[in-house]
């Protein structure tokens, strides 16, 4: 059974920056291509971020681009998301999501977390 916990979502103001963590157990990291996506109220779930599983390629939307940064230590089984200069329309839930092959800019992935608020306020 594969399990993602995302952790570090918070209230923050608008410039700040978060840094969400995404533990992933009942298999190995390494085995998945990771990803982030989140969810604003009345929208869509929408992609943010991507990583293959060896994390030598990444992947963002345009609106994070230059802001955002995931990276992954496959030792400890964690994802990250580096969130920077964050603004109002960043608020959402943030979901971890894994992906069997490879990282593709759909909801279509294997396993989901439970997601993470995020608020920033202006």
């Known amino acids: 059974q594969v399990q993602l916990v995302e952790s570090g979502g918070g209230l923050v103001q608008a410039g700040e920056f978060l840094r969400l963590s995404c533990a992933v157990s009942?298999?190995?990291?390494?085995?998945?291509?990771m990803g982030w996506f989140r969810q604003a109220p009345g929208k869509e779930r929408e992609f943010v971020a991507g990583?293959?599983?060896?994390?030598?390629?990444?992947y963002y939307a345009q609106s994070v681009k230059g802001r955002f940064t995931i990276s992954r230590d496959n030792a400890n089984n964690t994802v990250y998301l580096q969130m920077n200069t964050l603004k109002p329309e960043d608020t959402a839930v943030y979901y971890c999501?894994?992906?069997?092959?490879?990282?593709?800019?759909?909801?279509?992935?294997?396993?989901w977390g439970q997601g993470t608020q995020v608020t920033v306020s202006s």
């Open positions: 999501a894994a992906r069997t092959f490879g990282v593709v800019y759909t909801t279509n992935w294997d396993y």
């Open positions: 009942g298999r190995i990291l390494s085995s998945f291509g």
């Open positions: 990583i293959t599983w060896r994390g030598d390629t990444t």
